[in-house]
């Protein structure tokens, strides 16, 4: 197996951060995530992955400090977690995996929670797998969001969703309604660019909205605070490939069983 290396303020500049490696139209965004990164780092924020040219890594921090809509205090919270092509099912994500459970042991935490889609979502990790790991689900929501948590001991406390999740609308009931955040490399450049052209080949309204801040983000009407489209108030989808025109067309049909 090969080794893991920890990102910090010190390397990152030289290293990459696994996604979009190879994707110059994003060379913008994949420079935003690290500056994001680099911020995070001072919260305590763990970035470990692979030593190789690879998508195999583990995003995690404290939950107090997660860029989601959640209360998951002394919680540590898994952000992006990916383990792709030749290194699937050779025991690299339960590698990672353990990596964070010993972080929550040593640093006195409660144990570990995400957020996932009840059934697959984009930019999610892997609902039933997680489940086979021990995680288990305290809380659902109508959007398609659910709350996953192992804990280190069954007497502490469940995470919850945060009350702005609940009704999974937004406040503008007309259009497409954009929710983005630079936690992922490929956010900026769709938000801002792919979605624009969509949209305006289909007259429709389109609101875009940056999620800037961790107040912003502990308050977003979408768990996926990566990307979330709302149409007309309601949340649709957290696939990213909706903002292309080739694609919108699939995923909003998709998304609404049409």
Known sequence: ??????????????EHICCAI?????????????????KEFDNGYVFRRINARAKVFIEYGPGEKAWLP????????????WVSGKYKKNGYGKAL????ML??????????????????????????????????????ISSGFS???????????????????KSGQCDVKNGITIYYSNRCPFSEFHAQNSIVETAKKRNLPLNI??????????????????????????????????CMDSR?????????NI
Do not use: R
């Open 1 to 14: 197996m090969e080794d893991f290396i920890i990102l910090n303020t010190d390397n990152i500049s030289n």
């Open 97 to 100: 995996l353990n990596s964070a």
């Open 147 to 165: 709350l996953l948590v192992k804990k280190i001991s069954d007497d502490y406390p469940n995470p919850f969703f945060n009350s702005s999740t």
């Open 209 to 242: 909205i940056k999620i800037e801040t961790m107040k912003q983000a502990q308050s977003a009407p979408s768990p996926a605070t990566v990307f979330s489209l709302f149409l007309d108030g309601k949340f649709i989808t957290s696939d990213i490939s909706v």
């Open 70 to 81: 959640i209360s998951a205090n002394n919680y540590l919270n898994i952000n992006c977690f």
């Open 103 to 140: 972080d929550a042991k040593k640093q006195g935490k409660y144990g570990l929670v995400t957020v996932v889609g009840t059934k697959k979502f984009h930019f999610m990790s892997d609902t039933k797998w997680l489940l086979k790991q021990g995680f288990i689900e305290t809380e659902k």
């Open 248 to 256: 919108y067309d699939k995923v909003i049909a998709k998304a609404l």
């Open 22 to 38: 190879s994707d110059k139209k994003c060379s913008d965004s994949y420079l935003a995530k690290k500056d994001w990164l680099k």
